[in-house]
Nanobody
């Protein structure tokens, strides 16, 4: 079992930055894929970024490449999502998710169905 807790959401003007944090507890010794997802009402949840905790490899959705950076602090069992050059269309509820896996290669790791563990989410609102 893995428990996840997000923080760092808020309101920001377009062009601004926010950093989200996802603290993991429980069976954190296992190699994991840690993902950030976002969802707005009436839309499907979208995978934003994934990091492989064992090797550090990353994967991004095309919509955020070059603007968002996923990183980790293994000592703190925390994954971060640095969001720069934010746009109004980035407004969403952002959630982190975890899956026990040695490898996170492949775009299917941006699909929410691969993740059994989820945090409660944190709201990000970007104004124009």
């Amino acid at each position: 079992q893995v428990q996840l807790a997000e923080s760092g959401g808020g309101s920001v003007q377009g062009g601004g930055s926010l950093r989200l944090s996802c603290a993991a507890s429980g069976y954190t010794a296992w190699s994991r894929c840690m993902g950030w997802f976002r969802q707005t009402p009436g839309k499907e949840r979208e995978g934003v970024a994934v990091i492989e905790t064992a090797g550090g490899s990353t994967l991004y959705a095309d919509s955020v490449k070059g603007r968002f950076t996923i990183s980790q602090d293994n000592a703190k069992n925390t994954v971060y999502l640095q969001m720069n050059s934010l746009k109004p269309e980035d407004t969403a509820m952002y959630s982190c998710a975890a899956a026990i896996s040695r490898s996170c290669n492949g775009v299917w790791w941006l699909k929410d169905v691969r993740y059994p563990y989820w945090g409660q989410g944190t709201q990000v609102t970007v104004s124009s």
